[in-house]
C-alpha cells in the first residue's frame, strides 16, 4: 500500500521560498502508472490543484495556471520523493499542502487522486 | 470546470440516508467525477470515482451516480464515523477540479 510522508518548514516569510519534500513508500516516484501531485488547501480558495511531475520515458510536469511563473515540481529518483518549490509567496500562498498519487486508470487523460500525504500547514508571516 | 456542491451542510442522524449533490459548469467528460470524504484534521480520502466506482475498501453504504453535469453521492445508512466533509472532484478536463464541500453532521 502506498504511503507519502511529507516534511518541510512551516511558517515562510513573504517574498521567500515555500519548499516541501513527499517520500514515496510502496510505488516509485518513476512509475509509468503515476503521477505524483501537489494540491493545497485553505477556507478562501478551497481545494486547489498545483501542478504534477510524471515519467513517461521522460519525466514531464504540468501546472496550475495561477502559479505557473512560480511552481516548481521535482522528482528524485535517488530518494523516491518529489518536491515542491514556491517562489516569492504571498499572504494569499497560506494554506495546507497536500502531495497525491494519481493512478493511471485510463492511458492518455487524467486520473483520479488516491492517495495523499498527511499535509503540511504553511503559513506566510513576517 | 466549476464544481457546485449543495447542500452546503446536511443534518442527519445516524442511520438516515444522506444525498449530497454535484453540479458541474460543463459536461463532465466520460464522467471522470470523484467523491472524496475529509476529517478534521485528515487527509481527502478517496470514495468514488468515474462517477458510480467505489474505491478499495469503501462500503457499499457509497454510492455514486449521475453523469453530464448532475452527480450524486448517496450514502445509504450514515453510520457515526461517515459525519465529514465530502468533496466532488472532476478530473476530466484540465486543470482538475474541487467542488466547495458538503459537511454532513449529526
Known amino acids: 500500500q502506498v504511503q507519502l510522508q511529507q516534511s518541510g518548514p512551516g511558517p515562510v516569510k513573504p517574498s521567500q521560498t515555500l519548499s516541501l519534500t513527499c517520500a514515496i513508500s510502496?510505488?516509485?516516484?518513476?512509475?509509468?502508472?503515476?503521477?505524483w501531485n501537489w494540491i493545497r488547501q485553505s477556507p478562501s480558495r478551497g481545494l486547489e490543484w498545483l501542478g504534477r511531475?510524471?515519467?513517461?520515458?521522460?519525466?514531464?510536469?504540468d501546472y496550475a495556471v495561477s502559479v505557473k511563473s512560480r511552481i516548481t515540481i521535482n522528482p528524485d529518483t535517488s530518494k523516491n520523493q518529489i518536491s515542491l518549490q514556491l517562489n516569492s509567496v504571498t499572504l494569499e500562498d497560506t494554506a495546507v499542502y497536500y502531495c497525491?498519487?494519481?493512478?493511471?486508470?485510463?492511458?492518455?487523460?487524467?486520473?483520479?487522486?488516491?492517495?495523499w500525504g498527511q499535509g503540511t500547514l504553511v503559513t506566510v508571516s513576517s | 470546470i466549476v464544481l457546485t456542491q449543495s447542500p452546503g451542510t446536511l443534518s442527519l442522524s445516524p442511520g438516515e440516508r444522506a444525498t449530497l449533490s454535484c453540479r458541474a459548469s460543463?459536461?463532465?467528460?466520460?464522467?471522470?467525477l470523484a467523491w472524496y470524504q475529509q476529517k478534521p484534521g485528515q487527509a481527502p480520502r478517496l470514495l468514488i470515482y468515474g462517477a458510480s466506482i467505489r474505491a478499495t475498501g469503501i462500503p457499499d453504504r457509497f454510492s455514486g451516480g449521475g453523469s453530464g453535469t448532475d452527480f450524486t453521492l448517496t450514502i445509504s445508512r450514515l453510520e457515526p464515523e461517515d459525519f465529514a466533509v465530502y468533496y466532488c472532484h472532476q478530473y476530466g478536463s484540465s486543470p482538475r477540479t474541487f467542488g466547495g464541500g458538503t459537511k454532513v453532521e449529526i
Open positions: 497525491a498519487r494519481e493512478i493511471t486508470i485510463n492511458r492518455g487523460v487524467l486520473n483520479p487522486l488516491d492517495s
Open positions: 511531475t510524471y515519467y513517461r520515458s521522460q519525466w514531464s510536469n
Open positions: 460543463q459536461s463532465v467528460t466520460s464522467s471522470y
Open positions: 510502496g510505488d516509485s516516484v518513476s512509475s509509468n502508472s503515476a503521477a
